[in-house]
């Protein structure tokens, strides 16, 4: 095997491959956006600038959004850098002020961005001391995400940008966006047909799994679509909506609230939650759907919840739901993983869900026949994991403590979920990029396979081909976005 030969990377640790010493080779002569496949290494060419970038004066900042996956990229690079270790630090929200100025005079820092911020805008940051800074996820790099304000910052410095996603919006405008908010002058993009990356790509075998709603939850989706059809007809009488909108087209109109009648706001957030309902009902199953429920009757003093209080079908859907749920019903979609799951010894699972209630759902029905699964989701609300339980678990789960993650969307960014061999998703997403991140969790390392679960005739069927029409789209503008390029010499990597 050919190895990095480097003056700031430990011998014979890191395989050579000529994509990502030309990707990290070219990306330190101009502010480079890299788009490339999860598990190609986003990771080690970011180490490979780093390391380049440390023969001069300057800092490297490496920011990503999550502490675990902060934490992630600090262990990589303290494993590969032939450098001081003690100039290699990773900073959290958590630790006392004085111990984050000191850090952030170190030559390696490993950060989240909303930290960073906070201390930027506290001066406790020299921006003149960073010659290289890595945005990882970059196409989060929208909106009032704490990377725009960053990356305006650096604008008036020296400072070299390079920023990695393995995913890009499907929209071109969105994408636009992303580079004029970091700066990028360069866009570097590669794919699975990519000459130079074919021969690393690991075969992900597809499966579609899909299942029939039954009897009892159709009756109850029938039930809460009557209701639906019913709050709708009062917003087209009072010529808020037009005889066909869909759920898009008011949550538009919940964003200008102020330009509706005052009577028709309370029926438009009724509509909004009814579509939600729905969603969990056929999707989900009965839990997430009467947790959901058993959330908004708690809140009696919304006006929106009392107004759709009142009707009284919506109480009665609940208690048919209670009832089928005592009676052991389930979401057909359970009832196959166990059989989707059926691994063979030191082989791991990953089951993506959108919905904390629906995680919770499968872990503890898993778990009930024998399986040995743990949920990952976020450090939000009362029953939330802390970012060190998270990295406790990603940690437990290489150690093979248990052999089935379930998570919701903190599993499916930049996180190297150990090797998978088996990615579920449990539900879809009508989104290009949350599609390729949880698909880039197999297929690492060795080939992989995905299923994906369906159900037949409701919306999970219609995400489903909405996130692969815009996985298409995206495909395209990526390679519209790609050029060939004349390449200097790469022998100080080579070994």
């Not at 709603?213 to 917003?235: G, W």
């Not at 052999?403 to 449990?426: H, K, M, P, R, W």
């Amino acid at each position: 095997m050919k190895y990095i030969s480097h003056p700031f990377v430990k011998d014979s640790s890191l395989e050579y491959r000529e994509y990502q010493v030309r990707l990290a080779f070219d990306a330190l002569s101009q502010n480079t956006l890299i788009s490339i496949p999860t598990g190609l290494g986003k990771t080690v060419i970011a180490l490979l600038a780093m390391a380049e970038s440390l023969k001069s004066r300057g800092s490297c900042l490496f920011l990503a959004p999550t502490r675990p996956l902060v934490h992630q990229h600090y262990k990589l690079l303290k494993s590969y850098l032939k450098y001081d270790e003690e100039e290699i630090v990773f900073v959290t929200g958590e630790e006392r002020r004085e111990h984050r100025i000191d850090k952030w005079e170190r030559k390696v820092v490993c950060a989240t961005p909303q930290v960073f911020k906070n201390d930027l805008d506290l001066g406790f940051i020299k921006p003149e001391n960073f010659s290289l800074i890595i945005f990882d996820e970059a196409h989060r790099a929208v909106g009032d995400y704490a990377y725009v304000y960053i990356a305006k910052v650096f604008k008036d410095f020296p400072t070299r940008i390079m920023a990695l996603t393995a995913s890009l919006p499907s929209e071109k405008e969105k994408v636009n966006e992303i580079l004029k908010n970091l700066n990028i002058e360069r866009v570097e993009v590669r794919d699975e047909s990519s000459e130079d990356v074919k021969p690393y790509v690991k075969e992900t075998k597809i499966e579609w799994v899909k299942v029939d709603i039954p009897k009892f939850l159709f009756s109850l989706s029938q039930k809460l679509k009557e209701i639906l059809k019913d709050k709708m007809k009062i917003l087209r009488e009072l010529n808020i909506i037009k005889e066909k909108a869909n759920l898009r087209e008011l949550l538009e109109l919940r964003k200008n609230l102020k330009l509706l009648p005052k009577e028709s706001r309370n029926t438009l957030f009724s509509c909004i939650r009814l579509y939600h309902a729905l969603y969990l009902l056929e999707t989900q199953g009965l839990s997430s759907f009467l947790n959901f429920l058993e959330r908004s009757f708690k809140k009696v003093r919304s006006p929106a919840t009392r107004e759709l209080l009142r009707d009284k079908r919506i109480k009665e859907v609940y208690e048919l739901a209670r009832g089928y749920l005592m009676l052991g019903e389930e979401h057909p979609k359970l009832i196959k993983l166990k059989e989707i799951l059926n691994l063979k010894d030191k082989e791991k699972a990953i089951i993506f869900a959108s919905y904390r209630d629906t995680v919770e759902r499968i872990t503890e029905y898993l778990n009930n026949f024998g399986f040995k699964a743990r949920k990952l989701i976020g450090k939000g609300g009362i029953d939330g994991l802390t970012q060190e339980d998270q990295i406790n678990t990603l940690e437990e789960l290489r150690e093979g403590s248990f052999n089935i993650l379930v998570a919701t969307q903190v599993g499916e960014e930049g996180l190297d979920i150990s090797e998978c061999n088996l990615v579920v998703f449990y539900d879809n997403v009508p989104s290009a990029i949350r599609f390729i991140q949880r698909r880039g969790r197999t297929g690492r390392k060795s080939p992989g396979k995905m299923v994906i679960m369906l159900t037949r005739g409701t919306i999970d069927e219609a995400y489903y081909w909405i996130g692969k029409r815009r996985l298409i789209e995206s495909k395209a503008l990526v390679r519209s976005m790609k050029k060939r390029k004349d390449y200097k010499s790469l022998d100080q990597f080579f070994l």
